[in-house]
């Protein structure tokens, strides 16, 4: 089992694409490509939000394209210089490989998670999703106010999903293979 020095590096390639997004609240993001950054919808609450780089430059930012059902944001930050992510595929990882959560959970800075990824698919209705049909990252990997908006990392340092809730103990997050055709269809 991957540990020690191997997740560590991991979870420092990710924490150097992460960003703190502020809109009246706080939550975490990260660089997709070329200025543009991944977060929850629920995070953005209007068109403009600050870039809080891991440098701590803060960047304005204007929201570029929102996929409500999925709780997606997309938000477009010129300058920000922040290092694009690099996706993994979740729908190849078996239950009970390793995942990290890095975000801003509670304030804390560029916190990381530990936890074990379960399976990606649809979840019953209810706790706020719309659809059964959508399918969801599913770890066992903590989140708490902060986290959201910010990546879901394999023992790579690839972004495997964007976490987006906690449902009877798990986490949620929407996979990465789904960002493009997501975020496509939203602007």
């Known amino acids: 089992m991957p540990s020690g020095p191997f997740l560590e590096d991991a979870a420092a390639r990710l924490r150097a694409s992460v960003v703190a997004i502020v809109n009246g609240g706080h939550?975490?993001?990260f660089a997709w490509r070329d200025d543009l950054f991944v977060t929850s919808a629920h995070v953005v609450s209007s068109r403009k939000a600050m870039v809080v780089t891991p440098e701590g430059r803060s960047v304005p930012g204007t929201v570029v394209g929102r996929d409500v059902d999925r709780d997606l944001a997309l938000l477009h930050a010129p300058g920000a210089g922040v290092p694009a992510v690099t996706c993994g595929?979740?729908?190849?990882?078996?239950p009970g490989a390793l995942v990290f959560a890095v975000g801003h959970p509670l304030g804390v800075k560029d916190a990381v998670s530990v936890g074990v990824f379960q399976a990606v698919g649809a979840v019953p209705q209810g706790y706020g999703i719309k659809s059964r049909s959508i399918p969801w990252v599913?770890?066992?990997?903590?989140?708490a106010p902060g986290n959201s908006g910010g990546p879901i990392g394999d023992v790579e340092g690839?972004?495997?999903g964007v976490a987006a809730m906690i449902v009877s103990g798990l986490a949620l997050a929407v996979p990465a293979p789904d960002l493009e055709g997501l975020l496509s269809h939203s602007q």
């Open 27 to 29: 939550g975490a993001g």
């Open 138 to 143: 599913q770890a066992d990997v903590r989140l």
């Open 89 to 94: 595929d979740p729908y190849a990882l078996r």
């Open 158 to 160: 690839n972004v495997i």
